[in-house]
């Protein structure tokens, strides 16, 4: 119905009018923004709390990347399990063992102030390159993304979360040491500058781990045996040899202990070194070399029946995680079971008694994205080796001489006897309980220092096969084939190969001169 009194209609009108400014300066009190501060508020100041971002507080590490050509986000994270160790969610809780990597990840933000400060710029966030990786917000290829980085505690509280976008330097200042980067806090307006360098933001898997998964030096090695057979499933006898030899590292020369092939499985023939023919050293070494330096470059987690001594398989989907990756579970007595792999087998002793044992499964496409290019399941073991390890042979003591009624009895063997020139005994009874003495305590020694190297190597092993056992690891594809020696490829005609010298393992070299040959 209509008002009468055109007052009256006015005063309506601007009481909406009061209202309406009213609710939008409680909007743009209240905007997810922030009131905007005096811009020298924030001058010279922390952009984040520094004791809530210390290592020990520090719960979760999320770093979030747009790229643009793949259209793709990347959303990596690392966070602390209940044990406090760091790990990767993305790759099954892998731990996250590059230890340098995470501490200056992790504390890289607790030193931040502000340098400069630009306000009321969204227009420009493109430009600075602070734009959120939000799905929800950008669009195919767009640009001026920046990298995202939030930090949780152990509680999963946020401590803080920032935008870090392009270089601030001036072309003048480009050859300057400070690294000047834009950066924002998502959600608000304000642009700082800040002196940061977002290197150390990476998430590729590789950047977080101890890539080198063996940690095994090349001269460590002592000797290598090559298990190269077939797997058949759904087979009586899955295992299908073809040929092991046993070698032994010499430096970088190696000699053959053993090589028996198994053409008729039945009467395995052992292969010999001929006349005209030598070990391929060459070969041999660039096993080694690799072993030396093999990194991983993917994880999977095993099945929880399957760990790194492979006792007992829980059921049917831990057998299809198996082949589904190149390994065959064979049943033995008494419920164990036997992983084979469809690969072969390479096992390598170190001189400190520890055996690795690698099973090379199916490959896979490499994540590298190249075309063709090829990576390897592998998984690993370890064990003493305690072939290094005899107990120390007991000493024959020598006896102390026995009072006789019958001198002309002969003396004990051991005990003293009567020096011929002097007539007088050659070893007193104090000299040989001395000596006796001597010996026991050389033997305890002896056998101290075996238990302790024995012990050594046993902590070693458990520490490896903590760190293998719930893993299948993933290697180049050339890796695996400098791992995998062919049978024709051991044995090479003399004189084939270059000469080798004692230095580094593989490294060609001359003889040296000896004095008949100059």
């Known amino acids: 119905m209509k008002s009468g009194n055109p007052k009256s209609d006015n005063l309506v009108s601007l009481s909406f009018v009061g209202i309406a400014a009213v609710m939008m300066l409680v909007a743009f009190m209240t905007y997810p923004w922030i009131t905007p501060p005096q811009l020298n508020d924030k001058m010279g100041k922390a952009l984040f709390d520094w ?4 290592a020990d507080k520090v719960g979760t590490l999320e770093i979030v990347r747009y790229d643009s050509q793949s259209d793709q986000l990347i959303d990596f994270r690392v966070e602390k399990n209940n044990k406090g160790i760091w ?5 099954e809780g892998y731990p996250a063992d590059a230890e340098e990597q995470v501490r200056e990840a992790v504390t890289s933000f607790s030193g931040l102030t502000v340098i400069g400060v630009i306000a009321d710029k969204e227009e420009k966030f493109e430009d600075y390159g602070v734009l ?4 929800s917000t950008i669009e195919a290829g767009q640009q001026g993304v920046g990298i995202m980085v939030t930090v949780k505690d152990r509680n999963g509280d946020l401590v803080g979360s920032i935008v870090i976008g392009k270089s601030a330097k001036s072309d003048e200042e480009a050859t300057q040491q400070q ?11 304000l642009v700082y500058v800040i002196n940061y360098d977002p290197d150390i933001l990476k998430t590729d898997f590789r950047d977080w781990i101890e890539k080198d998964v063996l940690d095994l030096k090349v001269i460590d090695i002592a000797e290598a045996t090559l298990n190269d057979y077939q797997v058949v499933v759904d087979s009586n006898n899955p295992l299908k ?3 092991r030899a046993k070698v032994q590292s010499e430096g970088t020369r190696w000699s053959l202990r053993e090589f028996l092939e198994f053409d008729d499985p039945a009467n395995p023939t052992e292969r010999k070194v001929g006349d005209q023919e030598e070990i391929n050293n060459v070969r041999l070494n660039k096993l080694a070399e690799t072993l030396g330096s093999l990194e991983v470059v993917d994880v999977a987690r095993k099945p929880p029946g399957v760990n790194a001594d492979l006792p007992v398989l829980g059921d049917e989907n831990d057998l299809l995680s198996l082949q589904s990756r190149g390994f065959v579970a064979v049943s033995r007595q008494r419920g164990l079971i036997e992983i084979y792999s469809m690969n072969g087998e390479l096992s390598v002793a170190t001189k400190d008694g520890i055996t690795y044992r690698m099973r090379f499964g199916k490959n896979r496409p490499s994540e590298e994205g190249l075309k063709g290019s090829l990576d390897r399941y592998m998984m690993v073991s370890a064990a003493v080796n305690e072939d290094l390890f005899p107990m120390p042979e007991e000493p024959v003591l020598p006896s102390l001489p026995v009072e006789s009624d019958n001198d002309d009895a002969p003396a004990p063997p051991g005990s003293e006897t009567e020096d011929e020139e002097t007539g007088t005994n050659s070893a007193s009874e104090d000299d040989i309980e001395q000596e006796r003495r001597r010996l026991q305590t050389e033997y305890r020694r002896k056998v101290e220092l075996r238990n302790e190297k024995f012990a050594q190597a046993e902590d070693r092993v458990a520490e490896l096969n903590r760190r293998f056992g719930d893993w299948y690891f993933v290697i180049s594809e050339d890796s695996f084939k400098n791992l995998r020696v062919e049978r024709e490829d051991l044995i090479v005609k003399k004189g084939a190969l270059p000469k080798l010298n004692r230095g580094a393992a593989g490294s060609p070299a001359t003889p040296p001169t000896t004095g008949s040959e100059k």
Not at 132 to 135: A, F, G, L, V, Y
């Open 241 to 243: 040899q073809r040929f």
């Open 179 to 189: 690294n000047l980067r834009f950066v924002r806090i998502p959600g608000q307006p």
């Open 51 to 54: 004791e809530s971002l210390s």
């Open 132 to 135: 959120e990786p939000d799905r």
């Open 87 to 91: 790990t990767i969610p993305s790759s």
